[in-house]
Nanobody, 125 residues
Framework: QVQLVESGGGLVQAGGSLRLSCAAS????????MAWFRQAPGKEREFVAA????????TYADSVKGRFTISRDNTKNMVNLQMNSLKPEDTAVYYC??????????????????WGQGTQVTLSS
């Protein structure tokens, strides 16, 4: 089992940047697909970005494509989400997640087995 702890959230002005980090413990993340999801008030949790085990493939929600970048460092057991050109609609709690699926890449919430507690990102206009 892997434990995930997110950090790096905060209050930022529209157009600004934030870098979220996810620190894993308990097991190496090299065997997991890693992803970020987010949940805005009153809305369902939604997919943001995912990265394959070997760092060969990444996939993004259309709403963040070109603005967000997911990366991983298996040696440090860390996953990061660089968020640029932030918009008010990016306001949400951001969650790190790990999937044991044998597939190369997954984007659906139910495919993810482990979750962090989340970190709040708030945009001010």
């Amino acid at each position: 089992q892997v434990q995930l702890v997110e950090s790096g959230g905060g209050l930022v002005q529209a157009g600004g940047s934030l870098r979220l980090s996810c620190a894993a413990s308990g097991r190496t993340i090299s065997t997991y697909i890693m992803a970020w999801f987010r949940q805005a008030p009153g809305k369902e949790r939604e997919f943001v970005a995912a990265i394959s085990r070997s760092d060969s493939y990444t996939t993004y929600a259309d709403s963040v494509k070109g603005r967000f970048t997911i990366s991983r460092d298996n040696t440090k057991n860390m996953v990061n989400l660089q968020m640029n050109s932030l918009k008010p609609e990016d306001t949400a709690v951001y969650y790190c997640a790990a999937s044991r699926t044998p597939a190369t890449m997954v984007r659906t919430l139910r495919e993810y087995d482990y979750w962090g507690q989340g970190t709040q990102v708030t945009l001010s206009s």
